[in-house]
């Protein structure tokens, strides 16, 4: 998940630093750890080390212990962009679609000119099956930053879900475009070409892409996918 800075207003402790520097190299029971060690030793909870803690227990999988200690953080400073959009996605998981694009809305009222916010929003929006709210977020991110890579390729996913091959392809292309080592990416414009009937340009990103990332599964399995059509 993203993890946007503070509210600056606040004293970051430096319990929670060290939280978010190994939430971030993927240490999940070391950051759980840390955030339950930084709460149990503050008279008053911290709220980005609650949200942080909802974060580390969303991507362990524990759904709902995650919406509570994030619902906990959000009553405490509703201002926090980051724990809006980690809830929507715990929310779009639990199938709580409505309040998924609440969620998503606060985050984009807090800093609606942010276009790594419209570009999580409309990942997240997908993940919930709204395809028109995610091609808007995505949409919006790409016309404030136009070299936001993240919001072309989030464009792409949402056209590609709409069956609109062709614009999800101009979409995915510029994200290539702007990140030619991104696997993620790569792996998208191929798919999107194989659907598209163009097999020798789906095999040429995959070709492409595999020199980057020789050992990237989900290339080897497609390049496989693709040769054998």
Known sequence: MLILPVN????????????????????????LDVCVAHLQRTPAPYP?????????????????????????????????????LAIAQVYAKLSRNENSQSAINNAIAIN????????????????????????????????????????????ALAAQSDGRVDDARRAIQ????????????????????ADSGDLSAAATTLASALVRHPRNASLLMEQGWVAAR
């Open 48 to 84: 980005p080390t609650l949200a942080l803690l909802g974060r580390v227990l969303h991507d362990s999988g524990y759904l709902p212990e995650a919406a509570r200690e994030l619902e906990h953080s959000l009553a405490l400073d509703n201002r926090q962009v980051d724990a809006w």
């Open 174 to 193: 510029c994200a290539l475009d702007l990140e030619p080592g991104n696997a993620s990416a790569a792996g998208l414009s191929a798919q999107l070409d």
């Open 8 to 31: 600056p207003d606040l004293e970051i402790p430096s319990e929670y630093r060290r939280a978010a520097d190994l939430y971030r190299a993927g240490r999940l029971r070391d950051a």
């Open 112 to 155: 609606p000119l942010n276009a790594a916010i419209n570009a999580v929003s409309a990942g997240i929006a997908l993940s919930a099956g709204d395809i028109a709210g995610a091609e808007a977020h995505a949409q919006r991110a790409t016309q404030l930053d136009p070299a936001h890579a993240p919001g072309w390729y989030n464009l």
